[in-house]
């Protein structure tokens, strides 16, 4: 019988492309799967183990789509912790949307956990680009230079950094043309962060360009019409669309802002205050202290390597020790929303919308796992179909091809759920364990580049996998 490093034994293994649902064994050898049938024998090599899965449910390595874990520096806060948190959260594989190179190979070299990282650069007016109507011949320098440093492609935050709606469509066109993974947060200096930004993208996208359009449900929060309609026409708009757009959609309750109050005692940021007005708070300085003290309003407090939400008299403490300028956190997205836009199918029963994804990272919200679980147990998701929700297609949409499947060849990266608590308990990553039993364990991690940043992801001496991003969803 031959012999492997690590034998996942007598789980429920669910594979979204191949459509398995069984009990099954999994062998890994060389940091591939192997099998996923057969009495599989471990190797006597140092690092073969057996884990035991019985009872538990074995999926391809969870994939985030959408984190934030290497920057912008602005955030203040370490790398370090995104990598835990989202390890610890049972991903394998994240994508910054609009980080740094720079800050994410310096995090991976001091503080990786083992899992898979890649990142999109920032198009942000006055930092990486000059004006909001940016030139052609300037985006194709600056993303170029951001793919020789090791970027997947571009991010675009409307929502901070708004383009003109000719300068975004100028950046999807220069992305496409170079082959480059194109993320919008949409809105543009015509338009919000809102329904009336999603409107937008059919003509700014024209009949062929490409794009991957970042969590549809932020747009659905009911500022220009009610909740359920602004959801119908976003299915709609995304519907229009295809094939040329890939989405996702983050399933945490919270939101992220800051604090921040002048001497005056005024609210000096849009979104607190409109989170202040929702329930009623008074909209000063007096309203945030009594939104925290009465368990609204949350503080993000470090506590040894996590980040965690903090009310009532310590979130207090915690927001006057830094006199009100603090990240903070609201309840105020709408679990129905992200629900309605996950569980959407079309006429063939395909999903409209790709992929649950955190925007978490760094901030505590990394919620895929759990979310989606309560949706299956809901029974709005088969598991198989959350398995394609949070792994396979959100494989897809990167071209990582060799991720998302549970088929021999594919890369050894497998998240095993308890179904009882519907968390991750034990990860691998090519075939190492990150997480066991609910202890983040792994360390290094390997860095994903386009085959322009080769020589960066060489010279930072890190393992690192060159992606053809044009053989992800969002291409064909
Ligand atoms: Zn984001």
Known sequence: MPRYQVVIKGGR?????????????????????????????????????????????????????????????????????????????????????GGQMDVLFDGVTRAGTGITVGSLMRIAPGQTVASETPDVGELTDVISAGLADGSLGAKMWGG????????????IQVCNELGAHVAFHVGTTESGSRLDGLREIPEILGSTGRLHIAHVNAYCRGSILPPEQEVAEALQILQSLRPQ????????????????????????????????RLRGYEVTIDG????????????????????????????????????????????VNLPSTAFALTEARDDDGEFIVDAVASDGGVLPRNVNIEQTMAMVRFGALSPLEAVAKLSFNPAEMFGLNAKGRLTPGADGDVTIVDPVTGSATTTLAGGRVVLREGSVVGTGGTILVTAAGEGAARASGLEYAVLDVSRSKMYR
Not at 57 to 66: C, I, K, L, S, T
């Open 245 to 276: 757009t890939v989405s996702e959609v983050h399933m945490a309750v919270p939101n992220f802002t800051r604090g921040a109050c002048g001497s005056d005692g005024a609210v000096l940021n849009d979104v607190p205050r409109n989170c202040l």
């Open 160 to 171: 901070y950094y708004p383009l003109t709606p000719e300068g975004t469509a100028r950046v």
């Open 13 to 97: 293994v669910l594979d979204y492309e191949s459509g398995l649902d069984a009990v099954r064994d999994v062998a890994i050898q060389d940091g591939k799967i192997v099998g996923v049938d057969g009495d599989y024998d471990p190797g006597d090599s140092p690092d073969a183990h057996v884990i035991d899965a019985a009872g538990q449910w074995v999926m391809p390595g969870v994939v985030d789509a959408h984190a934030h874990f290497a920057g912008p520096p602005d955030f203040g806060f370490d790398t370090a912790i995104g990598l835990v948190q989202l390890a610890a959260a049972g991903v394998t594989t994240a994508i910054d949307l």
């Open 288 to 331: 945030m202290r009594a939104a925290i003290l009465d368990g609204y309003g949350s503080v993000v407090v470090r506590r040894g390597d996590r980040l965690e939400l903090v009310t009532g008299k310590d979130g207090l403490a915690a927001f006057e020790a830094r006199e009100s300028d603090v990240p903070m956190s609201f309840p």
